[in-house]
């Protein structure tokens, strides 16, 4: 079980980025985070927020984190062909394309679609209460 303790000191690691909900704060969007954020090796390199989106959805992809990954692909304007082909790495590439369907105005929640997305109205309240355009 990770600690605070572990995290400062992975905060002071150079080779190892925190990422998940965590990493979104640098992105403006900051979250209630209850425990300790994940962290990735990654030397020498930051962490683009399409690697982010990924890290979130593959710790879980509850609603709650769908959701906050849709204002990340929105905030920060993640092209959809670059959040797919990153995905197919941690096999999330089908959950990823699902995640662009209300960004393309489609909210219809078909059963077989790989995770649970928001309601439009939700959705549309939490972008308000963030601040995504």
């Keep these: 079980m990770q600690t605070g303790e572990d995290t400062d000191a992975l905060q002071a ?9 965590g990493r979104f704060a640098v992105y403006g969007l900051q979250f209630f985070l209850a425990g300790e ?3 990735w090796y990654a030397p020498d390199e930051e962490l683009p927020p399409a690697e982010v989106v ?36 941690y096999d999330l ?8 369907r209300p960004l393309q105005g489609d909210f219809d929640r078909p059963d077989d679609l790989p995770v649970i997305l928001p309601k439009k109205d939700e959705y549309m309240a939490l972008k308000e209460q963030y601040g995504v355009a």
Excluded at 13 to 21: C, V
Excluded at 55 to 81: F, K
Excluded at 83 to 89: K, S
Aim: proline content about 7%; glycine content about 4%.
């Design 13 to 21: 690691a150079p080779d190892w980025k925190m990422t998940g909900l």
């Design 37 to 39: 954020p994940p962290f």
């Design 54 to 89: 990924c890290h979130t959805l593959l710790l879980d992809s509850g609603s709650r984190r769908v959701s906050y990954s849709m204002l990340l692909i929105e905030a920060e304007d993640i092209d959809q062909e670059t959040l797919v082909e990153t995905a197919q790495w």
């Design 93 to 100: 590439e089908p959950t990823v394309k699902a995640l662009y």
